[in-house]
């Protein structure tokens, strides 16, 4: 038997999206070395057109020719790897994909590397978790373009769809692909950071049951926040401890790791010049929780949060207006990294197409994405989608809200980094005259730094005294 699609790696991500594939009625043989691993895919794709194997020959002998190949390993080296492995097998115009969390500048390597010898390279973002690669998920692929034409029908049949629409499009050249799923990432550490100072203000500052927040958090997700992160927020709150009583929530160990691409969006976006603040507090963060052994020490010396006083209906529903206003700030924070990263990088994106299909399938989808999608429908080279006007209603009303509970944060001792965040980029973006005079003077000041006017062209330098 000849197969339709290739996939190297049966870890579950591999083995699911290998599933899916098989589902859509391709063909379609997994490579692992583990023979547990091929295996298992033996047993659970019984009755698809689906095989395991442990041997590469079999593997690239069985692909139809030219082949599509999928790698869902690790990133860094073993994707290197496997790539040397399965050179000396493959024929010009084979195609191998990259699936996995790839650094974007490995993926430009790979790419000119494989591209000399007739082999083309696509780096694919793939969202959505386990589940998402078994049933859906959102995918994000850059490359060679005339490549995507050999995969497109394969990634549009397993993909999300949302209204019919599959949440897969050809985003752009190069490491496109994994570069626009780098900054989903850091959107979704900026949301989960977000979500987590609003538990906080409402289980430490407002006494809130862990059925209360259940019951808030799924009201909130049949609303404008309605998103995956909610939703999953909203069930882990009524998730009992199979170990001890009371809910699991409680017993987990408050130290957040990473795999680092949250890090890599910061580091990136520094490099680029573009602001992300909110993405930089939620890595932040990540760093602080991991001090959990000083931070115990800490709260002896300093005390810990004192209680918000007022009406929690109304607290709650100002706590909804701040999280709303935080997550179109966070969304546009990592929207406008992809539009300076595009023009820098020659992506050649178009933001409407990553809002489509952000829509469904990963893991930051959220209704709010078709009022994304339409403000860079309606502009679509928009720098900003602050300067939307939609938008910008949507941003005023919550925004009296979102000082208060900001304020709430202060005044109780409960850190809100991400909500002061978002609010500090908002006010300092929308100012149209900043402070920064006086830093350029500082500048010119002690080191002759030279400076600019605001009334006449020229660059000036004063002797300051
Ligand atoms: C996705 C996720 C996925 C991964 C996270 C976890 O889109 O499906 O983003 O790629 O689970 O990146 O990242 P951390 O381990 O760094 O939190």
């Known amino acids: 038997q000849q197969y339709d699609f290739g996939m190297v790696g049966l870890g579950v991500m591999g083995r699911n999206f290998i599933l899916n594939v098989a589902d859509h009625g391709f063909s379609a043989i997994g490579l692992d070395t583990d023979t547990a691993k091929s295996t298992a895919l033996h047993q659970e794709g019984s009755g698809k057109p689906v095989k395991g194997t442990t041997s590469k020959q079999e593997f690239v002998s069985s692909l139809k020719s030219p082949r599509t190949i999928m790698l869902l390993v690790p990133a860094g080296g073993p994707v290197d790897a496997v790539i040397e492995d399965l050179l000396p ?87 496109a692909g994994n570069y ?190 078709e009022h994304i999608r339409q403000a860079y429908s309606k502009t679509p080279d928009l720098a900003n989608l602050l300067l939307d006007e939609t938008t910008a209603k949507e941003v005023n009303a919550v925004q009296a809200a979102t000082r208060q509970v900001v304020s709430y944060g202060v005044t109780s001792g409960i850190p809100v980094p991400a909500l002061a965040a978002c609010l500090s980029y908002f006010d300092a973006y929308r100012s149209g005259r900043l402070p920064s005079n006086l830093i350029q003077a500082q500048r010119d000041f002690f080191g002759s730094h030279t400076y600019e006017r605001l009334d006449r062209e020229g660059i000036f330098h004063t002797e300051w005294e």
């Open 89 to 175: 097998l493959l024929d010009k115009g084979d195609l191998l994909i990259d699936g996995g969390n790839s650094f974007y500048t490995d993926t430009n390597r790979r790419e000119k590397y494989l591209s000399e010898k007739g082999i083309h390279f696509m780096g694919i973002g793939v969202s959505g978790g386990s589940k998402g690669a078994r049933f859906g998920p959102s995918i994000m692929p850059g490359g060679p373009k005339d490549a995507y034409g050999i995969v497109q029908p394969i990634l549009e049949a397993v993909s999300a769809k949302v209204n019919g629409d599959p949440c897969v499009a050809y985003l752009g050249s190069g490491s």
């Open 180 to 369: 626009v799923k780098m900054v989903h990432n850091g959107i979704e550490y900026g949301l989960m950071q977000l979500i987590s100072e609003t538990y906080d203000l409402m289980k430490r500052g407002l006494g809130l049951t862990n059925e209360e927040l259940h019951e808030v958090y799924a009201r909130w997700n049949t609303q404008r926040l309605q998103s995956f992160l909610i939703e999953i927020t909203a069930s882990i709150f009524t998730t009992d401890d199979t170990l001890a009583s009371g809910k699991l929530v409680d017993a987990i160990l408050d130290r957040a790791k990473q795999k680092g691409t949250g890090k890599w969006t910061s580091q990136n976006a520094m490099d680029l010049g573009t602001p992300v603040p909110t993405i930089d507090m939620a890595v932040t963060m990540r760093e602080l929780s991991a001090l959990k052994e000083e931070r115990v020490q800490a709260e002896k010396l300093y005390g810990t949060t004192s209680a918000i006083s007022g009406d929690k209906k109304a607290i709650v529903d100002q706590i909804e207006q701040a999280l709303y206003f935080a997550y179109i700030i966070t969304y546009a924070q990592g929207l406008a990294q992809l539009t300076t990263a595009s023009e820098e990088y020659k992506y050649g994106l178009e933001l409407e197409t990553v809002a489509r299909i952000w829509r469904g399938g990963c893991i930051i989808r959220a209704g709010l994405l």
